[in-house]
């Protein structure tokens, strides 16, 4: 005899494989690799330095 095939199991399932198929195509289509996402921090970081360091001290 086999085993039981319980469809509410079936359809959630399906459900998170579909949910995840589009979750990992929009990460591709919009999503940004680690590399950008450091190098654009860094750049931030260095604009806010450089006007830091341009700033007139008025006493």
Do not use: I, S, W
Not at 41 to 53: G, I, M, P, Y
């Amino acid at each position: 005899m086999a085993a039981p095939v319980y469809l509410n199991r079936f359809r959630k399932d399906k459900a998170r494989a579909e949910k995840k198929a589009r979750a990992d195509e929009n990460a591709a289509k919009f999503g940004r690799t680690k590399a950008e996402k450091q190098r654009d921090a860094l750049t931030a970081d260095k604009a806010v330095r450089h006007l830091d360091q341009h700033k007139r001290e008025d006493e």
